[in-house]
């Protein structure tokens, strides 16, 4: 009874102002991960030789980095090179940048796996290269990566939390205080958990729409 | 500038990969209404010819024009000649994600720049032509091979080319799909459309080109109307070659 009580007044209360956090985290973060991600993977594939390299060390650093100490670099290191970021802006920052080079790897794979003479066909019709890109190959890609883009977001939901070693109190970082204070660790983290399994789940299936409402008869899509 | 009705003239085009020598000073030119045939065995560059012609393939030497108008060296206006030189390929190379009215559509809207319900309009003319107006919101792999390529005629088609080429149109089709791809491109031919058709089609070759030409190892070895390469083959291998055929 207590700890209903407890729940319901105390924690679910505090924990909604967290999870309010975690969804502006996600949020702001997911759609330019795939955003940058799709342009580092044309780079890598498209691109001159500077922008393969610099595509290519991109990926290499983004993916090579851990996220915790990115995270610190950019709200810790950055203001004695100047640059002071909000805790709120510094996660994002950092989910971008790891959230994109994973991204630009799925999607580089689903170029690469688009057959090259449609490539050659867009051309043939006299289209620019960009234009190919554009509206030949990305919308094909981006259809085939979907499964793996999913999975960086799974993963975005569930290091969001890392914003929290910033002073960012997202969900993680509300419940902490909130069983801190009362003294309630099983129950917090046991509902905290639960939060996160709902928003996996409800990711998941919309990723299954998702997937369905943008099929295209007889093409492969990402899955194997 | 010509004053004859002369569209494409090709000038002593060669390329190579690595060592081998692919195209080996290639000339010929392209009337109005004209259709050349190039048959020969694989591998002797016929592709790598058509794809010189619209700078797919960018050759060593020789140059290109199109109404007197250079294609080689164009640089950036590339696009331009490209949009009126259109190209079918022996896979169809339809856009997998695109239905056929779509596939139809998208040059006209990015290239040519129409609005939406111009494009869809002329698309579907274009499909018509080819008889697949009931088609149209068909995806690719809804498609035989032979719906799909004839979507890839009124794909190229529906940017009102001065010329067309066809590489290998009926290669990947299953023998009983070849007639109704050739059915069209035969009616193009009556009404006038200039084309270069690359084919192992000989009987088709012989009934509907103006012109034939044999190539071998990166030359054209002979060229003349259908009745003479038939009757008086000069060359040994075309007459092996063009026997193979008659058969069928
Ligand atoms: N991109 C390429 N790189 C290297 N070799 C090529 C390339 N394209 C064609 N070739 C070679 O050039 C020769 C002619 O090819 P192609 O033009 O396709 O002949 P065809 O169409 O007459 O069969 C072949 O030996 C082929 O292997
Ligand atoms: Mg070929």
Known sequence: MDQLAFIADILLPALWGGLLVTLQLIAAAAPFGVLIGAGIAVGRVYGSRPVQYFSRAYVAFFKGCPLLLLLFILYFGLPSAGISLSPFTASVLGFIFCNSAYDSEYIRGAIKSIREGQFTAGLALGMTRGQVIRNVILPQALRRAIPGLVNEFVYLIKYSSLAYMITVIELTGAGKMVATRYFTYNETFLVIGLVYLSLVTVTTIGAHLLERRVAVPGMASGRH | ?248
Not at chain 2, 23 to 40: C, D, M, N
Not at chain 2, 173 to 190: S, Y
Not at chain 2, 204 to 226: K, N, Q, V, W
């Open chain 2, 1 to 248: 500038m010509t004053t004859d009705d002369t569209i494409l003239r090709v000038e002593g085009l060669a390329k190579s990969f690595g060592t081998t020598e692919v195209l080996k000073e290639i000339s010929f030119t392209v009337r109005k209404g004209e259709t050349k045939a190039f048959i020969g065995p694989s591998g002797t560059g016929k592709s790598t010819l058509l794809r010189c012609i619209n700078q797919l393939i960018v050759p060593d030497r020789g140059r290109v024009y199109l109404h007197g108008e250079e294609v080689t060296h164009a640089g950036a206006k590339i696009n331009q000649y490209r949009a009126k030189i259109g190209m079918v390929f022996q896979n169809f190379n339809l856009f997998d994600h695109l239905t056929a009215l779509r596939n139809v559509e998208i040059a006209l809207l990015k290239v040519k720049g129409m609005k939406e319900g111009e494009a869809r309009e002329k698309a579907l003319f274009e499909l018509r032509r080819v008889g697949l107006e009931d088609r149209a919101d068909h995806y690719p792999a809804q498609l035989s091979g032979g719906q799909a390529q004839r979507v890839s005629i009124a794909r190229a088609l529906a940017m009102d080319p001065d010329v067309m080429l066809f590489d290998e149109p009926t290669s990947a089709l299953d023998p009983e799909l070849t007639g109704e791809v050739l059915e069209v491109i035969r009616e193009l031919a009556q009404n006038g459309m200039t084309m270069l058709i690359v084919t192992h089609e000989m009987r088709f070759a012989l009934s509907i080109a103006d012109e034939i030409c044999f190539m071998e190892h990166g030359t054209i070895l002979e060229r003349g109307p259908p009745a003479d390469l038939r009757d008086s083959p000069a060359f040994e291998r075309t007459r092996q070659f063009a026997g193979r055929f008659a058969e069928l």
